[in-house]
Every structure is written in structure tokens, then in C-alpha cells.
């Protein structure tokens, strides 16, 4: 199985890119990378090339690049050139840290929709609390700013799908995100959503989940808009990363006991990053296009790239899309 990567995309390129492939390589003996970018840069990070093959970009699409005009004038680019590998059948995936606007009209318009899929989601992976090693999708987390009823329904089945195929869900609960539990709660969009979801009876639809409730166990999968589930998204990395800030500015300005307990509970502090280390469960995945699309955070280093690269491994071990395209193609699924 081959995985076209974006090797020039990220903060931390192509260093940190290169050495996650390099440990997923030596991880999973079923994958192969086409490295796209600029041979200079990545060659010399490549010491042994078994089952990696480094192809030349000689463009950079940056993360202030306008992500359509970007894709369409940036022929040469190492994330136009890894999209078209996958549409021309040269590779099964796409993976790529960069500008994630660019990535997703790169899925859109190079790797192409599923048909019946009228608007295609970004899926994301959270930490939930009250199960080991416990998460939950949310579906979209940024694609798309403003939905329709109709795509919001879409969005509970391709989650679901990927619940059951990737993370192994028999049948995941689905949640509608929103302001309210009560079903006349929410936007005009939001309650008719309601009525579709609650009325599919292939979808285990458990209503509507508050904000303050994602966290706890209340649904394998919280479908909601991009613009409300990219400000969910944003509001947990925050206060995740501000909690642990505070807590060990706290225990620094508390003095000798405090720093003293601070080191006995060490490796409960290490334990509960861990839980909310978001790297651990892979990238936002592009979700109703016909191959993985898979963007990890602009920051990542060589860890989150490998766990990222392990998602698409499973994904594609899993058959995920193929059976997507054939379960659509089957359903009647409610359009715009």
C-alpha cells in the first residue's frame, strides 16, 4: 500500500515529516511513501530508502498561500503532485501537515468526491473521558463553515462508517452537537438534522449533545457544522493546553511541598497528558472523497506524523473507502 506524502507541508518540514515516514516504514512492513518535495532538503534525511521513493516538487504551497488559487497555479507543488499520484492510482492516501484549506481543495478537486456525497467533512479524533484510552469523532471539524440539514445526515453516516471500520465501534452512537438536549433546541438547520438522524434507522442517534458534555462518554460520534465543530475542536486543545500550564505554574509558585508532591505524582501528570495528547489518535481526515485525505496539525513533529500515518495504514488495511463508495452507491441518501 502506497502513501503519497506531502514532505515540504508543516512547521517542522521536511525533518519532522521525514522521520515519522522513516518510523512507519520501519513499523509497518505493508506500506510504501512517495516523498513529494525538494530532493536537496529531503535526500540527505533518507539513509536507508527501502520502500521510500523521493519524487521532485519544485513548489511550495505555504500556509499564507490562498489554498484554491494555490492548488490551481502551483502546478509543481509537492501537495498538488502527491494529490495527483493518488488520482492517477500511483498511491492509495494522501498525507500532508500544510495548509490544510489547500489539502482539502486538493482532495475536492484532484482526488474528487464520492458521488451521492454532496459535501465531504473533516473528521477529527478527541480524547473523552470515563474509558481507557477513550475518544470520540467529530464530523466536520472545519471543512465547511455552514451546513444543510442534508449534509449534516451525510455526516452521521460517514461517521459511523469510519467508527465501525477504523476504531472497531459495532454500533457507535451518534450525537447531534448543540445547545440544548431538548429536540425543538438549536438552529432551524439543527432541528430539522434532528428529524432526518432520528428517523434513519441505521443510525444509533442519541440526540443532541451540549458542549459540556462531548468529553463524557456521550456519543462515539458528534456530528456538527464546520464553524461550530472547529470552535469545539479549538476550545479543547486550548483549555487542555492552558490546564496543564496552570497546573504546573501552580505547583512552581507553591513552594517546597508543592513541588515535593508535584514529584511524587509525577507519572499521574505524565498519564493524564497523555490522555489529552490529541497527536496519539492521527490526523482530520477528509471524509466523502475517494481516498484517504489525511492532514495532521501544522506543528507536528515526527510522533504525531507516524501515529498519523498508522490511522491511514488502518484505514487502508480496513478497505474503508472502497466499501464507502459502495455503500453509497447503494443508498438513496437525502440530497441539497
Not at 73 to 90: N, P
Not at 169 to 191: C, D, M, Y
Amino acid at each position: 500500500m502506497k502513501i503519497a506524502v506531502d514532505a515540504m507541508g508543516g512547521d517542522h518540514a521536511p525533518a519532522a515529516v521525514v522521520a515519522g515516514v522513516i518510523k512507519a516504514r520501519d513499523q509497518f512492513t505493508d506500506l510504501e511513501f512517495l516523498l513529494f518535495g525538494q530532493v536537496e532538503q529531503i535526500q540527505p534525511l533518507v539513509k536507508d530508502s527501502t520502500r521510500i521513493k523521493i519524487l521532485p516538487a519544485t513548489e511550495v504551497i505555504s500556509m499564507n498561500d490562498e489554498p484554491v488559487q494555490a492548488v490551481r497555479r502551483k502546478k509543481d507543488s509537492s501537495l498538488v503532485l502527491a494529490a495527483k499520484a493518488v488520482k492517477e492510482g500511483q498511491a492509495e492516501a494522501l498525507f500532508s501537515c500544510g495548509n490544510t484549506g489547500a489539502l482539502l481543495a486538493a482532495g475536492l478537486l484532484i482526488v474528487g468526491r464520492i458521488k451521492g456525497i454532496t459535501r465531504p467533512g473533516l473528521l477529527s479524533t478527541l480524547p473523552m473521558i470515563g474509558q481507557q484510552n477513550g475518544a470520540f469523532n467529530l464530523l466536520d471539524s472545519g471543512a465547511n463553515a455552514e451546513s444543510k440539514p442534508e449534509h449534516l445526515y451525510q455526516y452521521a453516516l460517514l461517521g459511523k462508517y469510519y467508527a465501525q471500520t477504523v476504531r472497531g465501534i459495532a454500533n457507535p452512537r451518534i450525537g447531534l452537537l448543540n445547545n440544548g438536549t431538548e429536540p425543538h433546541k438549536g438552529s432551524k438547520v439543527t432541528q430539522e438534522a434532528y428529524q432526518l438522524l432520528k428517523a434513519e434507522p441505521e443510525i444509533n442517534f442519541v440526540g443532541n449533545v451540549e458542549a459540556n458534555a462531548v468529553l463524557k462518554n456521550a456519543a462515539d460520534v458528534i456530528v456538527a457544522d464546520g464553524f461550530l465543530g472547529n470552535t469545539l475542536l479549538k476550545s479543547i486543545e486550548g483549555t487542555a493546553s492552558a490546564i496543564m500550564h496552570l497546573l504546573k505554574e501552580t505547583i512552581m509558585a507553591g513552594g517546597f511541598s508543592s513541588k515535593a508532591g508535584a514529584l511524587l505524582l509525577k507519572p499521574t501528570f505524565k498519564e493524564l497528558k497523555s490522555k489529552m495528547n490529541q497527536a496519539k489518535y492521527g490526523g482530520a481526515v477528509l471524509l466523502g472523497v475517494k481516498a484517504p485525505v489525511v492532514k495532521a496539525h501544522g506543528a507536528s513533529d515526527a510522533e504525531t506524523v507516524y501515529y498519523t500515518l498508522a490511522q491511514i495504514e488502518q484505514m487502508l488495511k480496513e478497505n474503508m473507502i472502497p466499501d464507502f463508495v459502495n455503500y453509497f452507491s447503494k443508498t438513496t441518501l437525502k440530497k441539497d
